[in-house]
């Protein structure tokens, strides 16, 4: 195999998606060949133009209801997609397309705090209302159910007494920035370049 090419999906400010392409940018056989996202004003689309990455925007009925985005991955030759904040179901087409290679991350630690609707503050607040003494990061392959795939790694972080959602969240960003990129190197090395 030549490179491994990655598709980030993305639907917010982007700081995951520009640490993975960041973290790759001198390895020449790991290639982010593209950044897209489900909504056109998401700061990930200007660092997608700042990181000179090719950017796509799609809606969430091109998603479901097309093959737009299935034709733009196969013309790219797209090998393993990662979610990086991307808030929309993958449809079940796209996850049998690519089984195995599609990763996302997830802000606590599963299988807490996961299922349809609960991303970003809402993850927080749910683990802060409940009480518990630990949160983290929660790497995995993506299924056809919800935060429910094979999970490839996990981190923790304390949660202290008088801990915020703004708070905690900064933590797990942390844990994000530091075990993202690695993982998915981890995952490539072991299964497309050992």
Do not use: W
């Not at 917010?12 to 790991?30: D, H, L, Q, W």
């Not at 904040?85 to 049998?96: E, I, Q």
């Amino acid at each position: 195999m030549e490179s491994v090419n990655i598709a980030i999906f993305a639907s917010g400010s982007g700081t995951n998606a520009e640490n993975i392409v960041r973290y790759f940018s001198g390895n020449p056989k790991v290639n982010v060949k593209l950044i897209l996202s489900n909504r056109s004003d998401a700061f990930v689309l200007t660092r997608a133009k700042n990181l000179n990455v090719k950017s796509f925007v799609f809606s969430a009925t091109d998603l479901r209801e097309t093959e737009t985005v299935d034709q733009l991955l196969s013309s790219e030759k797209i090998d393993i997609i990662v979610l990086a904040g991307f808030l929309l179901k993958v449809p079940d087409r796209v996850v049998t397309a690519y089984r195995g290679r599609i990763i996302n991350i997830h802000p606590s630690l599963l299988p807490k705090y996961g299922g349809k609707g609960m991303y970003g503050s809402r993850v927080h607040q749910a683990v802060i209302d409940s009480c518990d003494f630990e949160s983290g990061i929660t790497i995995h392959l993506v299924d056809e159910i919800y935060d429910n795939g094979e999970t490839l790694f996990q981190a923790k972080c304390i949660i202290e007494e008088g801990e915020t959602p703004d708070s905690l969240a900064f933590k797990i960003h942390e844990l994000e920035k530091e075990h993202f990129p690695k993982v998915i190197d981890q995952f490539i090395n072991s299964r497309y370049l050992s």
